[in-house]
């Protein structure tokens, strides 16, 4: 399996797949960056009064993956209009944070989950990740070299790699990621049974 961005992130399913390669996985971890206290993602929110206007395109796309995120990993049917719980709120501009929630989330988070995948982790024959140095989000490098600790820490073994380059500069050129490093990487140890 293979993705890019939340696609990559969306590839690290340790009870399904055996060999992953993920470039530049995103939201592998709770983000504190764009989309945590720091950033505006969940004031701006606040401030969207309508489905409609959340999802004009790219001028709110933080917003739009913090509803994503949290539909994935906290949905509340009862909670229109985005019907989610999020940790962090405002009220008369004052910051709210719901620790039940914000724990929920890194529970249910790539790394908060490796804890309870160990041993199907152990069973990936080979794992992959890359990130670019110059990435348009914070959160990626950030993420991924947390994520890649942790492994090792574990004696989970795979590769992590950082690249020159940005989200998706170095993706489908003829020097790019997947040409040059994905393709090979599956040729090595994606394995079928004859």
């Known amino acids: ?7 990559g992130q969306g590839a690290i399913t340790p009870e399904v797949f055996s060999t992953v390669y993920a470039l530049s996985p995103a939201t592998l971890g709770v983000i504190t960056e764009e989309f945590g206290i720091r950033g505006n993602a969940y004031r701006r929110i606040n401030e969207i009064s309508s489905r409609e206007q959340l ?9 739009n993956a913090i509803v994503a995120m949290g539909r994935a990993y906290t949905p509340n049917l009862d909670k229109p209009p985005y019907y989610t719980n999020f940790p962090y709120e405002y009220e008369n501009d004052s910051l709210i944070i719901n620790y039940e929630v914000l724990n929920v989330r890194k ?7 490796v804890d309870y995948h160990i041993e199907n982790l152990k069973k990936i024959k080979a794992l992959k990740l890359d990130w670019g140095r110059n990435e348009d989000t914070e959160h990626i490098p ?3 070299l947390r994520f890649s600790k942790k492994l090792e820490n ?11 380059g940005d989200h ?6 003829d020097d790019g990621r997947a040409l040059n490093d ?3 990487f599956f040729n090595t140890y994606l394995k079928f049974n004859e």
């Open 182 to 184: 994905m393709f090979p």
């Open 55 to 63: 999802i004009t395109g790219r001028d709110e796309f933080e917003p």
């Open 168 to 173: 998706s500069n170095k993706l489908w050129t």
């Open 107 to 113: 529970q249910k988070s790539v790394i908060g989950m």
């Open 142 to 144: 950030t993420t991924c």
């Open 1 to 7: 399996m293979a993705g890019h961005s939340m696609g």
């Open 154 to 164: 574990l004696g989970i073994n795979h590769y992590a790699e950082e690249y020159i």
